[in-house]
């Protein structure tokens, strides 16, 4: 339905930090909830952070104080500034959109209604 591209993804050590962008196809975007999810091998999709319309934004416990999710509204691109990247940050990390308002703390990969392909975070020791 819609057209999310994400990339940033690589392999960074511990303590280092990595920039994911998420590029929207849709005017509406400026509009959007717009998230961020984590996926490590064997686990469930989990919520990182998300942004709302007004720059609102929640965060997972584990990430905060290190992530911080923003937006360019202009050039309807997502991002996802990772610092102090930690081995369990691993995982494949995706972008979403609910196509509508936030509600606070809206972490819930149910909650979102387009996703993008994902990029991949890997942190070594």
């Known amino acids: 339905q819609v057209h999310l591209v994400a990339s940033g993804g690589g392999s960074v050590e511990s303590g280092g930090s990595l920039r994911l962008s998420c590029e929207a196809s849709?005017?509406?975007?400026?509009?959007?909830?717009m998230g961020w999810f984590r996926q490590a091998p064997g686990k469930e999709r989990e919520g990182v952070a998300v942004?709302?319309?007004?720059?609102?934004?929640s965060y997972a416990e584990p990430v905060k104080g290190r992530f911080t999710i923003s937006r360019d509204n202009a050039k309807k691109t997502l991002y996802l500034q990772m610092n102090s990247l930690k081995p369990e940050d691993t995982g494949m990390y995706y972008c979403?959109?609910?196509?509508?308002?936030?509600?606070?703390?809206?972490?819930?990969?149910?909650?979102?209604?387009?996703w993008g392909q994902g990029t991949q975070v890997a942190v070594e020791s």
């Open positions: 942004i709302d319309e007004d720059g609102s934004t």
């Open positions: 979403a959109t609910r196509r509508r308002w936030c509600l606070p703390g809206a972490l819930s990969p149910g909650d979102y209604d387009d």
């Open positions: 849709e005017y509406s975007y400026s509009t959007w909830c």
